[in-house]
């Protein structure tokens, strides 16, 4: 199909000072998770971003010096002729599709801990990063930059961009954002100083202008020279001059940057998930930008869109569309409109589970993208499938996330799929966790599948179908799939272990499948919460919004624990806050009885009591196996059924987030019928890398 000719200004090309985007889809640096131990892997994962159309593919933050050092979470660096070669099959795999190969140099000051290199953080005036997650705690604090440090820094910046341009980057930015060293020089807080590099926006500025300067004689004759920087905390500093100081710091350093890459300032605001921040959230910071240079502005806000994204340009807010979430989600976006599919695009739902890889130190994992940081290792493409391996006939029972990307991907192979649901709807999990307050992008997961399913002329969808073993075995398919979820149980909590116990009994115990069902809830209510993720956070105001009078019970430190992960820790704690939700952490329930809550603390173990007329727990699920179970304990009848195998998939399996879910689903299908092989995956030894001619 032709393009629709309103997305026609989202193609056309642009100038980065001496090189020229393709087009306006420009995946702006975000983290892999694959540092340069995993080159071929990041390599590949970049590549098919390129190959799905995004004009410019930049890297993650890549240190320019041993004194930015992230580790152990997984950051990338230019060091060396080594790492040179590692980046290079990056650009050289990005080339291949006409794409611009950007990177982004990165020194992290006082914001990273130097745990493998030793080096005191570097920082303007010695004043640490105090942070309260775990992950970044240390007890290193920042060493104060003199003359000489300001020096060196300017000579890695330098070396760096040259290595940069030697293996084959387009752009090259300095990167002046989210804490790192350049924006401590920015901001106050973290810059004391007396000499010309404190004080006035112009002296605080300076650095920047220096780094700029200098990586422009380095590399700017064949390489366009990006700033990236947060202008959050800066907008809201009154300017002198100008409304503020973020106006100010952009009228200085104008038209010295090729490329103006604007964000905010932390990942929870610049990377804020779908259930607290719409799409377009960062344009009221960033919208000034363009009036003050000519030089093209890229920024991001999770556009999935087209109008969103053209009226973003038509409004003169940016120049380039910038995305790192909706390229994970679907890497073919551009392609995809650019071929008048859009319907076929498989929207970001906002979740933050990318970004959870990043803190979990492990390669990106996405929801709606099962393939992604598996196309080298596994050898998936999110757009080409295997041949089916066989002609066998699959029943897939359960049409949630799991069963319905696994019917979709068997069905995309070339399978004849049956896909039965005992529900009257399709999706499973997702149409009631869609429902709770925040969650209504998440059913993106299920438009998804079930559109592009329902056009697959060998699937067929069931509705109303519940399948007991008797119509498994009589269905006529050759590969059973079972896929049927799991269930919430009120079980206590072992804080000692750190296990589930008992079950809660009697009346006024609840799960959140009670909840979901709408069985009435009395206040007050306690939610008790050991899941740790959105469930319980979400089930707390979701009761509190209809009037009831809820205490949030957990046996963590903070509210829905494994948040502080996906960046939503924050939000949780101000929505429960706003709600009026009483908040009680690290204890445990000790004891459930009609009107009354014993709770314990976890260390201690000293009791109080609480009235209370409800218990919500969210805590424990176990797989709904009862037809697993029961077609393996007939196994003896599959061969004259014609049955060759039954397979559990996702949360009748094991279970976890929807990420998990879609993934186990997608792995049944992409492997069905595959050769056996020693290991799941291949391993990137981290070779071969290509010779690079020195200059
Ligand atoms: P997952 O996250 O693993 O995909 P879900 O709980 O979202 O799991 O979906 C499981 C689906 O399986 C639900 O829609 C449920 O109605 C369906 N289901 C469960 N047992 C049966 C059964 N015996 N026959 C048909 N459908 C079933
Ligand atoms: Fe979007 Fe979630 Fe995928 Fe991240 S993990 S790209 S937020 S769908």
Known sequence: MPRDPRWDILFEPVKIGPVTAPNRFYQVPHASGMTNVLPQVRAAFREVKAEGGWGVVCTGAVSIHPSSDDSPLPAARLWDEHDVRAHALMTEAVHRHGSLAGVELWHGGAATMNRSSRIPPLSPSGVGWMSTHVGFMSNQRARAM???????????????????????????????????????????????????????????????????????????DTCGVALRISLDELRQRPGTELATEAHEVVAELGDLPDLWDVKLDSSPTDCGSSRFRPEGSHEPVIDFVKSLTSRPVVGVGRFTSPDAMVSQIRRGVLD????????????????????????????????????????????VRCTQNPTIGEEWRRG???????????????LVVGAGPAGLDCALTLARRGYEVAIADKAHRAGGRILDEAELPGLNAWRRVLDYRLGALVKLPNAQLYLDSELGADEVLGFGAERV???????????????????????????????????????????????????????????????????????????????????????????????????????????????????????????TRAQAELPCASLVVVGHRR??????????????????????SVDRIGDAAAPGALVHAVYSGHLYARTLDAPAEALPYRIDNGLPAPAVAAE
């Not at 797989?623 to 060759?644: I, T």
């Open 380 to 394: 998936w493409h999110p757009e080409r499938y295997e041949r089916a391996g066989s002609a066998d006939r699959v």
């Open 481 to 603: 799939v079972i896929a049927t979820g799991c269930d919430w149980v009120p079980a206590a909590y072992d804080a000692r272990m750190e296990t589930p116990g008992e079950l809660f009994q009697g009346p006024g115990v609840f799960t959140p499948q009670d909840v979901f069902a709408g069985r009435p809830i009395q206040g007050p209510v306690a939610v008790f919460d050991y899941d740790n993720y959105y469930m319980g956070g979400c089930i707390a105001e979701r009761l509190a919004a209809q009037g009831l009078d809820v205490t949030y019970v957990t046996p963590a430190g903070f509210a829905s624990a494994w948040t502080i992960m996906n960046n939503e820790q924050p939000n949780v704690h101000m929505n429960l806050a706003r709600l009026g939700v009483e908040l009680i952490t690290r204890r445990s329930v000790a004891a459930y009885m009609p009107g009354l809550l014993v709770t314990e603390d976890i260390f």
């Open 320 to 363: 380039l569309i910038g995305a790192a979430r909706p390229s994970i989600a679907d890497p073919f976006l551009p392609r995809k409109l650019d071929e008048g599919r859009e319907d076929e695009i498989r929207e970001c739902i906002g979740c933050n589970i990318c970004i959870s890889s990043w803190h979990d130190g492990v390669p």
């Open 623 to 644: 797989p709904r196996s009862a037809l697993y179970d029961a077609l393996v304990a007939r196994k003896g009848e599959w061969a004259e059924a014609g049955v060759r």
């Open 146 to 220: 003199n003359q000489d440090d300001i020096k060196a820094f300017l000579g890695w910046y330098r070396d760096a961009a040259i290595r940069a341009k030697r293996a084959g980057f387009d752009i090259v930015y300095v990167y002046a954002g989210m804490g790192y060293l350049l924006h401590e020089f920015l901001l106050p807080a973290y810059n004391r100083r007396e000499d010309a590099y404190g004080g006035s926006v112009k002296n605080r500025t300076r650095l920047i202008r220096e780094a700029l300067e200098t990586v422009k004689e380095a590399v700017g």
